[in-house]
Nanobody, 126 residues
C-alpha cells in the first residue's frame, strides 16, 4: 500500500522560509513523477513543483525562483524548500506520486497523479 506523509508546514511571516518533506512508503515505480500541489481556501488545487525519476523538474510560474523541489531516494523522501514566502503562498500543500510511466508537465505538475498525502498547512502572514 502506497503512503505519502507530509510534514514541515506551519506559520511564517512574509519573506521567511519553510521546508516541506514527504516520506513515501510502498511505492516501487522506477519511472515516475512526484510533486507538490497546493490548494488555497476557495480555490481549486494547482500544481506547484514536480520532479521525475530522471531529475527533471517543473515549476509553476508563481513559485519559480523561490521554491526548489528535490528527492532523497535513499530516504524515500520528497522535499520542497520554500524561500521568500508570500501571503499568496498560504495553502494546504499536498505531496503526490504518479503511476508508472509518467513525467513532469508544464506548470509544476505531473502528466498524471495517482497517490496523494493528507496535506500540510502553510500560512504566511504579512
Amino acid at each position: 500500500q502506497v503512503q505519502l506523509v507530509e510534514s514541515g508546514g506551519g506559520s511564517v511571516q512574509a519573506g521567511g522560509s519553510l521546508r516541506l518533506s514527504c516520506v513515501v512508503s510502498g511505492y516501487k515505480n522506477s519511472h515516475y513523477c512526484m510533486g507538490w500541489f497546493r490548494q488555497a481556501p476557495g480555490k481549486s488545487r494547482e500544481g506547484g513543483a514536480a520532479i521525475d525519476n530522471y531529475g527533471r523538474t517543473t515549476y509553476d510560474d508563481s513559485v519559480k525562483g523561490r521554491f526548489t523541489i528535490s528527492q532523497d531516494n535513499a530516504k524515500n523522501t520528497l522535499n520542497l524548500q520554500m524561500n521568500s514566502l508570500k501571503r499568496e503562498d498560504t495553502a494546504m500543500y499536498y505531496c503526490a506520486a504518479s503511476s508508472w510511466g509518467q513525467t513532469v508537465a508544464p506548470g509544476g505538475g505531473c502528466t498524471e497523479t495517482r497517490y496523494w498525502g493528507q496535506g500540510t498547512q502553510v500560512s504566511v502572514s504579512s
